[in-house]
């Protein structure tokens, strides 16, 4: 049995569709609040919980075999890393233990590692990572770049406007990940030998300027972009804004700093590694793209 937290996000529902289409027992931990009609009808076993709940989480575990921590906080749960990145998962590595589960898979960050202090989302992933390799569970550490379907709502508006918004500095460098590259990854990781008790660096195999984005959606679509570069200090100017009247959502808006103001991007060794290990060719942004928004 296969648990997957974050069901009903865009890495977690991927996750869902592979285990259901390889007829693996899966169970699906959601909120009652989300919708999850598909995930049910796909075959998967729902159980209807919440992460800020120790009890639930253990219920979950019950049986399972295999976890998959896919879950993450964002501002449709109200972006509090600590609560979601960090205590849940801690609760959810104790379960799986305590159940008897023979792997656990934790989406991480790339650049966890790195020691952002302003970023809440990468101190937190970085210390469950600490926590997880201490815990005496298998497990698998994976640690995407940006996903590839969280440019989907992006593109479908550049499509109307012609307009993208590029923050920062367009020489920015990242290498976003295919999000069904990285559902294949972590469904292979459980029963991978030589991904057991490892860390990868998982990213797209084009390493690209943040300018060459719209670029992309400019040749999906057949217009030319025209590109909108505030520089960071807007961004800095909104997060003083919001602080004085909201400062957990000052700390929350330090993380998309990070994301913005740094590069995150995988070498050729990595990638190279990810298809040596898991047996694929990873997908470039523009592929993945074009699948989704093209008849």
Not at 145 to 159: C, H, M
């Amino acid at each position: 049995m296969f648990l997957v937290t974050g069901a009903t996000g865009g890495l977690g529902r991927r996750i869902i569709r592979l285990l259901c289409e390889r007829e693996q027992p899966t169970r699906a931990f959601v909120k009652l609040t989300s919708r999850y009609g598909e995930i049910e009808n796909r075959g998967a076993q729902v159980f209807i919980g919440d992460l800020l709940q120790e009890r639930d989480i253990h219920k979950a575990c019950h049986g399972a075999e295999f976890v998959i921590s896919a879950h993450g906080s964002n501002d449709a749960n109200g972006g509090d890393a600590q609560s979601l990145d960090y205590r849940a998962n801690i609760d959810l590595i104790d379960a799986a233990k305590a159940a008897g589960a023979k792997h656990f898979v934790f989406i991480s960050v790339l650049g966890a590692e790195r020691g952002y202090e302003d970023a809440p989302v990468f101190k937190a992933k970085r210390a469950v990572e600490q926590y997880l390799k201490t815990s005496g569970l298998n497990y698998t550490i994976l640690r995407p770049s940006g996903f590839a379907s969280n440019l989907l709502p992006l593109a479908e508006r550049f499509q109307q406007t012609g307009l993208y918004l590029l923050i920062g500095d367009p020489k920015t460098r990242t290498s976003i990940v295919s999000t069904d590259d990285l559902a294949q990854i972590a469904v292979a990781a459980a029963t991978t030998e030589a991904a057991h008790n490892q860390t990868f660096a998982v990213g797209g195999p084009d390493i690209l300027e943040r300018a060459a984005i719209p670029q992309i959606f400019g040749r999906i679509f057949d217009r030319e972009p025209l590109v909108i570069t505030p520089p960071l200090v807007v961004l800095d100017g909104i997060r003083t804004a919001v602080g004085v009247i909201n400062p957990e959502a000052k700390r929350a808006l330090g993380t998309l700093r990070t994301l913005l103001a740094n590069e995150f991007f995988c070498t050729p060794a990595e990638v190279q590694l990810l298809e040596t290990t898991f047996n694929i060719k990873m997908e470039s942004l523009e592929s993945f793209m074009r699948r989704y928004l093209t008849p």
